[in-house]
């Protein structure tokens, strides 16, 4: 498998996940972009070793489905990049803890006028995810 790959069971879907991530706490913000993320148990051996991530942009922060789509897909791309620096972390954490996986949700916070460049968002999630591996949250 490669590394700078998105596969569909590394995407965050169920609903009962994705309450219970946001009940977590668990929070880093950027300039553009607010992480929220949680070890939690996903009941899937075979997503042991990933990261579970959503990707949100709301409707109120970019009225325009257009702008909503290109923000989304743009950070979809910047963590693609940029999440090499996650698997041993995931793989140590859940060899120490069970069946628990590292959940992630992206949340763009900037404003809807200028969409930013992939760049800046790479930077920032680089960033956001070295915070996490370092534990220092």
Do not use: W
């Not at 700078?4 to 913000?29: G, Y």
């Not at 959940?103 to 915070?131: D, K, M, W």
């Amino acid at each position: 498998m490669h590394v700078n790959s998105l596969r569909k069971h590394e995407i965050l879907r169920k609903k009962q996940l994705i309450a219970e991530l946001f009940r977590s706490r668990k929070k880093l913000k950027g300039e553009h972009v607010r992480v929220v993320f949680s070890y939690l148990e996903t009941g899937g051996t075979d997503r042991i070793g990933f990261a579970a991530v959503l990707f949100a942009v709301s409707r109120k922060t970019v009225p325009d489905a257009v702008r909503r789509n290109r923000i989304r897909r743009l950070m979809k791309e910047a963590y693609r990049l940029e999440k090499g620096v996650l698997p041993e972390t995931c793989e140590r954490f859940s060899s120490e803890n069970g069946r628990k996986q590292l959940c992630l949700a992206f949340i763009y916070t900037g404003s809807g006028q200028r969409v930013p460049e992939l760049a800046v968002f790479r930077r920032e999630i680089s960033r956001l995810l070295c915070t996490i591996r370092s534990g220092r949250v």
